[in-house]
């Protein structure tokens, strides 16, 4: 009994990683569109952490905006979700990681997501994405201040299209590997 007491009092927590919604579309936005904005939003950060000696910034940050926006054409979608469910993790201390799918929960809320799209056309993507389909939403973290990843730096997640035949607990935390784990990291 204490053995089984002091684990759980030991074990790590599982962590959100990942969301998992099912959602149609409702509005789609260029990324140069929201470019503009989201530069002065950075930029005012950068003036405050410089002010404050929170973090190293990132030198010629400024200059790397332009090519990031040509290097990793897409899309800004707003997904209209109506269900979501969380993959989450615990990492024990041997290496091993654990991952599961919450329970889905109704979830009436809007999220605005990054799809990639070399195309990057808008009237294309919304008609994709009319109907309810099930998305896997990863959030991209790059090294640096500010962040060197076009989803990151535009402040959204990353949207992977769920296919109707891969919806099965063991298949979401699979493409949850596959998208979010392998994801680009900054690159």
Avoid at 119 to 127: E, M, N, V, W
């Amino acid at each position: 009994m204490t053995a089984v007491l002091s684990l759980a009092v030991t074990a790590p927590g599982f962590d959100p990683q990942a969301q998992v919604v099912q959602a149609d579309a409702v509005a789609c936005h260029s990324t140069a569109s929201l470019i503009t904005e989201r530069t002065a939003y950075w930029r005012a950060e950068v003036e405050r952490v410089s002010r404050e000696h929170v973090a190293d910034v990132r030198e010629g940050w400024l200059q790397t905006v332009q090519p990031m926006l040509v290097s990793r054409p897409g899309v800004v979608i707003t997904l209209q979700a109506h269900r979501s469910a969380w993959i989450t993790e615990r990492a024990w201390s041997n290496g091993h990681t654990e991952r599961r799918l919450e329970s889905w929960k109704r979830a009436e809320q809007r999220h605005r997501v990054f799809v990639d799209d070399a195309a990057a056309d808008c009237s294309d993507q919304i008609r994709a994405f009319t109907e309810v389909h099930t998305y896997l939403l990863c959030f991209e973290r790059s090294p640096g201040f500010p962040p060197s990843a076009l989803p990151e730096f535009l402040g959204v997640w990353v949207a992977h299209p769920i296919t109707p035949s891969k919806t099965s607990e063991s298949a979401l935390l699979e493409s949850y590997v596959t998208s979010c784990k392998g994801q680009r990291n900054g690159q």
